[in-house]
C-alpha cells in the first residue's frame, strides 16, 4: 500500500504500489501532487460500476462535485444521468464516470496543462483497471487530454476514435454547454447530444 504524494513524480511511483482502484483513491484522497490541493475540499475520485463497459471522462470537479467529493452530481451532472436514462443506461450500474483532475479548480477555471499531468497517472490508472470498451471524453478539457487534438468538438464529436487498448474513445460536447444552449431544434448541440448517445446505445448493443 503506497503512503502518500507530495510531488507528480511520486504519482506515478506510487501508483504503481496500487493493485486496485481503491488503493488509488485513497492515495489520490492524500494527493498533494498539485496546487488544486489547496483550495480543494474532497478529492473527487470515481463514481459508477468499476466493472463497466462504459467509462465518461469529464474535465474536473465543480462546487458540488468537491462538496461531496462524486463527479458529475451538479446541474450538468444531472442533465448527463437524464441523457444517459434516455437510452437506458443506468448511472450506476452501466457507466463509471470519472475527472480528467480530482480536484476541483479554483473559481472552475479550465485545469492547466501541469495539472492535468499530475494527475494523469491516477486516470491512466483508472483506464488500465476498469478496461472499459467504450469511452467518452466530454467536452475540449478531456478531448485535448486524451486525443492530443486541436480540433473543435463540433467537429470530432459523435465519431469514433480508436485507442491503443482495443477500446472506442468519442468526443462528445460537455453537458455544461448543453445547459448554456437550451434549445432542442435539430441540429442544435442537445439534439446533436441526442444523436451522439443513440450511436453510444448501438455500440454497447453490439458489444453484448
Ligand atoms: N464538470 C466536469 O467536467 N466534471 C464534473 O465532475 C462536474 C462538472
Ligand atoms: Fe493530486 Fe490530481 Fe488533486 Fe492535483 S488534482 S492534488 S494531482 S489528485
Partial sequence: MPTSIQSSSKVIEQIKLCSSLSDAANLASSCTACGLSKSRTNVVF???NPKAKLMIIGEGPGRNEDETGLPFVGRAGQLLDKILGSVDIDREKDVYICNIV???PPENRVPT???RNSCKPFLDFQIEKVKPK????????????????KSPISKIRGQWFDWPNGAK??????????LRNDTNKVGSP????WQDIKEVRKALD???
Fill in 113 to 115: 496543462e501541469a495539472e
Fill in 190 to 193: 442537445k439534439w446533436l447530444m
Fill in 134 to 149: 467504450l469511452i467518452l471524453l466530454a467536452g475540449a478539457t478531456a478531448v485535448g487530454a486524451i486525443l492530443q487534438t
Fill in 206 to 208: 453490439a458489444l453484448s
Fill in 169 to 178: 474513445v468519442m468526443p462528445i460536447f460537455h453537458p455544461s454547454y448543453l
Fill in 46 to 48: 470515481s463514481r459508477g
Fill in 102 to 104: 480530482k480536484c476541483r
